[in-house]
């Protein structure tokens, strides 16, 4: 038989018990995060139909995903992202869903795309949504569990050099710029597919780009211009006041000063992001530093993406929050908990003969809530301790051929202290 190829897939990753342990310990942030602000967990099967994707015509995602026929011939996708599926959900509940909703999910995506520090052809990650709630109170709320979790994680939130910060706009700041040069319909995703790459392709490109598309080299320039518009006073020299987009960020800053994070907030019309489906806010979290160039987590409106999969519209508005990145940025600042096995007992059987009661001790442990190990590997004393100390273990329990003929167990406490006293093997019930 030939040899299995032992590396995983290209752009996957494996995870070993102290990855997994990183792992649990996020996901359990953001769940407590999530349950704070009163959201309730969902999930879906990995599999969707592959015209959940397809249909938003214009975005990349549809060039990314992992999509074959299956035995019954039907097309199918490996999720790429959630919110399809959340929408699906909805559609198939209707009337019975009492809105608005509050729902979570750590779904795991995969996309075809190129591997790179950041970014991986799969990944997990924390995504909210409120369904049925229209006005930038839902964004606000958002946006303050998104500072919820990073305050736990140890990074500076504060006024003072704040280790991140989240680009803030809006689609209908130049949704309706757009309509003033002509750009409306099934043209305004697709200009916004392109200049949501300006970042990567310049400026150059991107006026290239958009003149394929029958854009100008005028009206390019001129939307070049907008996009690099930053400051709500600056936003508001630049379109009219009665802009809705324009009126959204203000409400939206409002909000964010009676949370308290409006200084962590930069109102940047250059965010655009790619998919289609975006209608209102759109946001992303960035590393202050610049260290890492990929956003953290991206969010934003999406009130007719419904419509689209032929339902009523309906207010939603949500984000997803990526495990790469924000796992990346906390090893790199040490800012990741040391994770041990969180074992409270060893049980050593100093011989086979001794089995027997390590069992029936580390049972009755069990029974007590703790979290036991039996070590029946019958090595050396020393190499026994080095393990239970490694695995983090708060006690060790010897038992020999002389401990079970007086009745006790030696019980040995790990750590700095190193303390020793032997406690009746009545004590366990035997």
């Given at each position: 038989?030939?040899?299995?190829?032992?590396?995983?897939?290209?752009?996957?990753?494996?995870?070993?018990?102290?990855?997994?342990?990183?792992?649990?310990?996020?996901?359990?942030?953001?769940?407590?995060?999530?349950?704070q602000?009163?959201?309730?967990?969902?999930?879906?099967?990995?599999?969707?139909?592959?015209?959940?994707y397809?249909?938003k015509?214009?975005?990349?995602i549809?060039?990314?995903?992992?999509?074959?026929?299956?035995?019954?011939?039907?097309?199918?996708?490996?999720?790429?992202?959630?919110?399809?599926?959340?929408?699906?959900?909805?559609l198939?509940?209707?009337?019975?869903?009492?809105?608005?909703?509050?729902?979570?999910?750590?779904?795991?995506?995969f996309?075809?795309?190129?591997?790179?520090?950041?970014?991986?052809?799969?990944?997990?990650?924390?995504n909210?949504?409120?369904?049925?709630?229209?006005?930038v109170?839902?964004?606000?709320?958002?946006?303050?569990?998104?500072?919820?979790?990073?305050k736990?994680?140890?990074?500076?939130?504060?006024?003072?050099?704040?280790?991140?910060v989240?680009?803030?706009?809006?689609?209908?700041?130049?949704?309706?710029?757009l309509?003033?040069?002509?750009?409306?319909?099934?043209?305004?995703?697709?200009?916004?597919?392109?200049?949501?790459?300006?970042?990567?392709?310049?400026?150059e490109?991107?006026?290239?780009?958009?003149?394929?598309?029958g854009?100008?080299?005028?009206?390019?320039?001129r939307?070049?211009?907008?996009?690099?518009?930053?400051?709500?006073?600056?936003?508001?020299?630049?379109v009219?006041?009665?802009?809705?987009?324009?009126?959204?960020?203000?409400?939206?800053?409002?909000?964010?000063?009676?949370?308290?994070?409006?200084?962590?907030?930069?109102?940047?019309l250059?965010?655009?992001?790619?998919?289609?489906?975006?209608?209102?806010?759109?946001?992303?979290?960035?590393?202050?530093?610049?260290?890492?160039?990929?956003?953290?987590?991206?969010?934003?409106?999406?009130?007719?993406?419904?419509?689209v999969?032929?339902?009523?519209p309906?207010?939603?508005?949500?984000?997803?929050?990526?495990?790469?990145?924000?796992?990346?940025?906390?090893?790199?600042?040490?800012?990741?908990?040391?994770?041990t096995?969180?074992?409270?007992?060893?049980?050593?059987?100093?011989?086979?003969?001794?089995?027997?009661?390590?069992?029936?001790?580390?049972t009755?442990?069990?029974?007590?809530?703790?979290?036991?190990?039996?070590?029946?590997?019958?090595r050396?004393f020393?190499?026994?301790?080095?393990?239970?100390?490694?695995?983090?273990?708060?006690?060790?329990?010897?038992?020999?051929?002389?401990?079970?003929?007086?009745?006790?167990?030696?019980?040995r406490?790990?750590?700095?202290?190193?303390?020793?006293?032997?406690?009746?093997?009545?004590?366990f019930?035997?």
């Amino acid at each position: 038989m030939a040899n299995i190829e032992l590396q995983s897939v290209k752009g996957t990753r494996d995870f070993y018990p102290e990855d997994m342990r990183a792992r649990t310990w996020l996901f359990s942030q953001w769940r407590e995060v999530a349950s704070q602000f009163g959201y309730e967990e969902y999930d879906v099967c990995v599999l969707e139909h592959e015209e959940l994707y397809i249909r938003k015509a214009g975005d990349e995602i549809t060039s990314q995903l992992y999509n074959f026929t299956d035995k019954g011939d039907r097309r199918i996708a490996l999720r790429p992202e959630m919110t399809p599926s959340l929408a699906r959900l909805v559609l198939a509940k209707g009337a019975a869903l009492g809105l608005p909703l509050r729902w979570f999910s750590l779904p795991q995506c995969f996309r075809y795309e190129q591997a790179q520090k950041g970014r991986k052809r799969e990944h997990f990650q924390w995504n909210m949504d409120i369904v049925g709630l229209a006005g930038v109170a839902a964004e606000a709320e958002l946006i303050a569990a998104q500072v919820a979790f990073l305050k736990r994680t140890g990074l500076n939130l504060e006024a003072d050099k704040p280790d991140v910060v989240w680009k803030v706009s809006n689609r209908q700041v130049i949704q309706f710029f757009l309509e003033g040069l002509g750009i409306t319909g099934d043209k305004f995703p697709a200009v916004c597919v392109i200049i949501d790459k300006r970042d990567k392709i310049g400026n150059e490109a991107t006026i290239i780009e958009l003149t394929k598309l029958g854009v100008s080299s005028e009206a390019s320039v001129r939307i070049i211009d907008l996009l690099d518009t930053s400051g709500l006073e600056q936003v508001a020299a630049k379109v009219p006041a009665d802009n809705p987009g324009l009126i959204a960020l203000q409400e939206l800053m409002s909000l964010a000063q009676a949370y308290g994070f409006a200084h962590l907030i930069c109102i940047d019309l250059s965010v655009i992001r790619g998919l289609s489906y975006y209608t209102g806010t759109v946001w992303e979290v960035f590393d202050a530093t610049g260290a890492m160039p990929r956003a953290i987590a991206g969010g934003g409106r999406y009130d007719k993406l419904m419509e689209v999969f032929g339902g009523q519209p309906t207010p939603m508005v949500g984000f997803g929050f990526g495990d790469v990145v924000i796992l990346d940025i906390l090893t790199e600042r040490g800012l990741l908990p040391t994770f041990t096995r969180g074992i409270d007992d060893v049980v050593y059987p100093m011989s086979a003969t001794e089995f027997t009661v390590a069992t029936r001790v580390a049972t009755f442990l069990r029974s007590e809530g703790r979290k036991v190990v039996v070590d029946y590997s019958l090595r050396r004393f020393k190499h026994v301790i080095e393990r239970a100390e490694k695995d983090g273990a708060k006690r060790l329990l010897i038992i020999g051929g002389n401990e079970v003929r007086d009745g006790v167990c030696v019980v040995r406490t790990l750590g700095a202290e190193r303390k020793e006293e032997k406690i009746p093997l009545s004590t366990f019930g035997i």
